[in-house]
C-alpha cells in the first residue's frame, strides 16, 4: 500500500526552530515529487513547494520561499519542512503529498495531480 | 500569486447536479491544461478528484467531471449523495514562477 506517514502535532513557542516529517512507503520514494500543503484554522489550502527525492531538487512557492526549508533524505524514504523561527502565523495543519506530475526547469509536461496524502501534521506555535 | 477565485458555498439536493466554478486568468486556468480539484472532509486530509482538467484517478465516481471555458474551470457533481458534502478545491499550474496555485474553496452542502 502506497502510504505518506506525518510526524505528530507539535507545540512551540515562537522563535523557536521546528522540523517535521513525511515518510513514504510502498512506491519508490526517489521518483515521485513530494510536497507541501499549508492549511491555518479554518481556512484553504496553500501551495507550499516540492522537492524531487531523487535529486534533492526543490521549487518554492513565491509566498513561501525564504520562510520555510523543504528537504529530503531518499536513503530513508522521507521528506521534511523545516522552520529556522516560527512565529505565531506558522500554525497550522501542515500535509505531504506525493505529486505525480513531469516537471522540467521551466515547464510541467503532465500533472496528475496530489494523488496520496499524509495525513497532516497539527503545528502550533504559542507564547 | 492571487488564488483562483471559488464559490465560498453551493448546495444541492440529493439527486441533483451542482457545478462548482474556479476563475483564474491568462496566466494559469487559461494558459495550461493542469487543473486538479481535490475533495477534503471535516479533519481530512484532501483526496484528488479530478486531473488535467477532465480525468479521474482510478476509484473516483464517475458522477464527477471536470471541464475548463477560457479562464475558469468547473467541477460538476452529478446525482448528488449525502457523502458528497465537503469542501473543494481547484489548483491550477500558473508557470514557472508561481508553479502552482489553489483557489479559495467551496463548501458544498447536501440538503
Known amino acids: 500500500e502506497v502510504q505518506l506517514v506525518q510526524s505528530g502535532a507539535e507545540v512551540k513557542k515562537p522563535g523557536e526552530s521546528l522540523e517535521i516529517s513525511c515518510k513514504g512507503s510502498g512506491y519508490s520514494f526517489s521518483s515521485y515529487w513530494i510536497g507541501w500543503v499549508r492549511q491555518m484554522p479554518g481556512k484553504g489550502l496553500e501551495w507550499m513547494g516540492i522537492i524531487y527525492p531523487g535529486d534533492s531538487d526543490t521549487k518554492y512557492s513565491p509566498s513561501f520561499e525564504g520562510q520555510v526549508t523543504i528537504s529530503a533524505d531518499k536513503s530513508i524514504t522521507t521528506a521534511y519542512l523545516q522552520w529556522s523561527s516560527l512565529k505565531a502565523s506558522d500554525t497550522a495543519v501542515y500535509y505531504c503529498?506525493?505529486?505525480?506530475?513531469?516537471?522540467?526547469?521551466?515547464?510541467?509536461?503532465?500533472?496528475?495531480?496530489?494523488?496520496?496524502w499524509g495525513q497532516g501534521t497539527t503545528v502550533t506555535v504559542t507564547s | 500569486q492571487s488564488a483562483l477565485t471559488q464559490p465560498a458555498s453551493v448546495s444541492g439536493s440529493p439527486g441533483q447536479s451542482i457545478t462548482i466554478s474556479c476563475t483564474g486568468t491568462?496566466?494559469?486556468?487559461?494558459?495550461?491544461?493542469?487543473v486538479s480539484w481535490y475533495q477534503q472532509h471535516p479533519g481530512k486530509a484532501p483526496k484528488l478528484m479530478i486531473y488535467e482538467v477532465t480525468k479521474r484517478p482510478s476509484g473516483v465516481s464517475n458522477r464527477f467531471s471536470g471541464s475548463t471555458s477560457g479562464n475558469t474551470a468547473s467541477l460538476t457533481i452529478s446525482g448528488l449523495q449525502a457523502e458528497d458534502e465537503a469542501d473543494y478545491y481547484c489548483?491550477?499550474?500558473?508557470?514557472?514562477?508561481?508553479?502552482?496555485?489553489f483557489g479559495g474553496g467551496t463548501k458544498l452542502t447536501v440538503l
Open positions: 503529498a506525493r505529486y505525480v506530475a513531469g516537471i522540467l526547469p521551466v515547464s510541467v509536461t503532465h500533472d496528475y495531480g496530489m494523488d496520496v
Open positions: 489548483c491550477s499550474y500558473a508557470g514557472s514562477n508561481s508553479l502552482w496555485v
Open positions: 491568462s496566466s494559469d486556468v487559461g494558459n495550461y491544461k493542469f
